[in-house]
């Protein structure tokens, strides 16, 4: 493993209102991990991402992407948002919504080309959609609308993947497609961080895991913390009586 | 003067041509910007922002005394846009929803500006009347100036539209991959947000207060229904806004006593009512044919199959076998039999069926059909 770390976040604090919704939160994440982001509902995981990104305005806190400000290296990261966050009846075909991931190097006023839309079309064959390119989107199934926003991620060609829950509500065919990008990525020394709900394919997927209540509980390698322990932490209850029942 | 008169009035006659092109291109800008505010799921907008303009109008001719259109649509387009950023205030910085910050809006402001023209009609000053005409609109106070001005704004956001086309797109489809993109989201909302305000404001005088929303969704609401693509349904929401403004203009001048605002109104509505019936993709019409269409072949596909088993046991396929044994939890009916007939797939004999050499091959092939669907 790389030992330079790709995302640094320090003291990041974030509330809703009134109420914190992430606390204090320190983390490290080495270059070239594949790691998952774990808690229960209401932990605070997709807002982790959300105030990386620079969605949501924290209350306090500093992120750096490699050493410099996220503002500066927003270039190397790319975002899959939640599949539910968009209306999927806007008028627009999934060869259009792959290249809107070009649309950040472009910049502002800029039109996309063929060039552009080369990388489009080979980022549509990486997760088996390209026979779907000219599809309206609303007629594509859930598990194809996730493989177009993590085709239109790919478009990016980023450093540093964040993903929020792309295995949710997705059928077998997508969820082993969107495993063999993330294998891929891996292998390609890119950093990846998935919002991820189910704890028993952790071991499976990931290498590196954070535990996030509100407050970070625990980071690092999965063989060395993925335990009874950290779990219990997490989700208040004994997990792995509930596993093995 | 009927119809047909005024379509040969309407290139000589200088009042006919300029109430005309002021509705057309009125029309086309407020279709245009119409599809961004309901594809933003933004539809009450511009009611609140129409509404918000009223005071503006009131407190222009308070200050001013002026009665000439550009003055008191500046004043329409201020109070309009600082009600537009009250609604913006509140959503953003209060728990409120959405719809309530609009409502409220709406109904202060109007409520407002109501108050002040009422003020108003009470002074001795026998220059108030035609105030209460922003309400409804009347497009035949429309002059060639009043035109011009529709068209340089109508170019001017054409020209801002091509330019910022893939920021407009990437604002309404997904707002925080666009942020996270580097691009300014709030920037690019408050362009967008300023136009739909622009465009409002012009159409106060055509069409009033009160409608001038229906001008902004109507021709966008029917635009969605014929097309996929957002570039051409932003062109055909033009388009039908542009109609409604001619042949609302056209019927109002025609007869007596139909104000033309409401009139483009109601022909925007009937591009409404026959886009969302005809729409071949999504109209209700051919919706249902499809459905009861798809209904229908089922249940002869599922009988077919049912024969096709029984048929499949034998050597010979069109060994006859009693019509007792089919049972409708099969779809069978005597129509489907009758279907089935008629397609020469089934032979009958009294009160037996057998499969034709064809009817078999047919009904084999479905199988294929189906197992490759399921890959």
Known sequence: MSSSIAIKVDDLTVAYNYKPVLWDIDLEIPEGVLMAIVGPNGAGKSTLIKAILGILKPIAGSVSIYGKPYKQQRKLVAYVPQKGSVDWDFPTTALDVVMMGTYGSLGWIKRPRQKEKKAALEALEKVGMLPFKNRQISQLSGGQQQRIFLARALVQDAAIYFMDEPFQGVDATTEIAIINILKELRKAGKTVVVVHHDLQTVPEYFDWVTFLNVKKIATGPVKDIFNDDNLTKTYGINYKVSIQE | ?375
């Open chain 2, 1 to 375: 003067m009927d119809i047909q008169e005024y379509f040969t009035l309407v290139f000589s006659d200088y009042t006919l041509r300029t109430i005309t092109l002021g509705t057309a291109i009125l029309g086309a800008v407020t279709g245009m910007l119409g599809s961004f505010a309901v594809l933003r799921k933004q539809s009450l907008l511009g009611d609140a922002i129409s509404h918000a303009a009223l005071p503006g109008i009131a407190i222009a001719f308070l200050i001013t005394g002026a009665k000439d259109s550009n003055t008191l649509l500046l004043g329409a387009l201020l109070s309009g846009l600082v009600g537009t950023f009250w609604i913006r205030g509140i959503i953003t910085k209060t728990h409120l929803k959405s719809d309530t910050a609009l409502g409220l809006i709406l109904s202060l402001f109007f409520g407002f500006g109501m108050l002040l023209l009422t003020f108003i009609q009470k002074q001795p000053n026998a220059n108030q009347a035609g105030l209460d005409k922003y309400l409804f609109g009347q497009a035949a106070t429309l002059v060639e100036s009043d035109v011009w001005m529709m068209a340089v704004v109508t170019s001017i956001c054409l020209l801002v539209l091509l330019l910022f086309w893939k920021e407009f797109k990437i604002l309404l489809f997904d707002k925080d991959y666009a942020k996270t993109l580097g691009f300014n989201t709030k920037f690019i909302d408050i362009l967008i947000t300023s136009f739909i305000v622009l465009a409002i404001v012009l159409g106060l005088q055509t069409v009033g207060v009160v409608l001038m929303s229906a001008m902004l969704l109507a021709p966008a609401a029917a635009a969605r229904q014929w097309t996929n693509n957002l570039a051409k349904m932003v062109f055909i929401a033009a388009i039908f806004g542009a109609l409604s403004g001619v042949f609302g203009t056209a019927i109002s001048a025609s007869q007596d006593n139909l104000s033309t605002g409401p009139v483009i109104v109601i022909i925007a509505a009937v591009f409404v009512f026959i886009s969302f019936v005809f729409s071949p993709t999504r109209g209700l019409l051919f919706k249902q044919i499809r459905i009861i269409k798809n209904r229908r072949d089922l249940e002869l596909h599922k009988t077919l199959a049912f024969m096709y088993h029984i048929a499949e046991t034998h050597d010979n396929i069109s060994h006859p076998h009693e019509i007792k044994i089919l049972n409708n939890f099969h779809g069978f009916t005597k129509g489907t039999l009758k279907k089935l007939v008629e397609k020469h797939y089934v032979t009958l004999q009294g009160s037996t069926w057998s499969l034709t050499k064809e009817g078999f091959d047919s009904a084999a092939n479905l199988y294929n059909q189906l197992s490759k669907n399921d890959e």
